[in-house]
């Protein structure tokens, strides 16, 4: 539905239908104007709902708890625009290579819950002994 086709009143009153913005300009302008803020708003919220998906596969990285902080120099090499977010697997793609503990920075959130995947790179190597 269009801002023009809203109905100005909800019902219909002595049995006719309810006027529409084509009918009134002023109205018309004012239902478009809320029609813009509400879809500006509801532009802001899918961004921010989006705002943990993994820009090159589409996964929610906070849902699969694959949420994380590596170095600025590790994170710019694999994603030279900074911004947005990747899972594991698609980090480690970019790089060439398998993440090691050294990649990440000490920060209270990767204590968990986390994915298997991720807790595997925050392990410290065993020794073999």
Wanted: net charge positive; aromatic share 6%; charged share 30%.
């Amino acid at each position: 539905m269009t801002a023009s086709q809203l109905p100005i009143a909800s019902g219909v009153s002595g049995g006719r239908t309810p006027a529409t913005a084509d009918h009134h300009p002023k109205l018309r302008s004012a239902q478009l104007t809320l029609f813009g803020e509400l879809e500006t708003e509801r532009a802001a919220r899918l961004k921010e709902e989006r705002a943990f998906h993994c820009l090159d596969c589409d996964v929610d990285t906070l849902a699969i708890r694959e949420y994380y902080v590596v170095h600025d120099e590790l994170w710019k090499r694999a994603n030279p625009v900074i911004e947005g977010m990747l899972c594991i697997g698609c980090l480690e793609r970019r790089l060439g290579r398998r993440l090691q503990l050294e990649d990440f920075r000490d920060v209270a959130f990767h204590r968990g819950p986390n994915s298997k995947r991720l807790e595997m790179r925050l392990r410290r190597p065993s020794s073999g002994r």
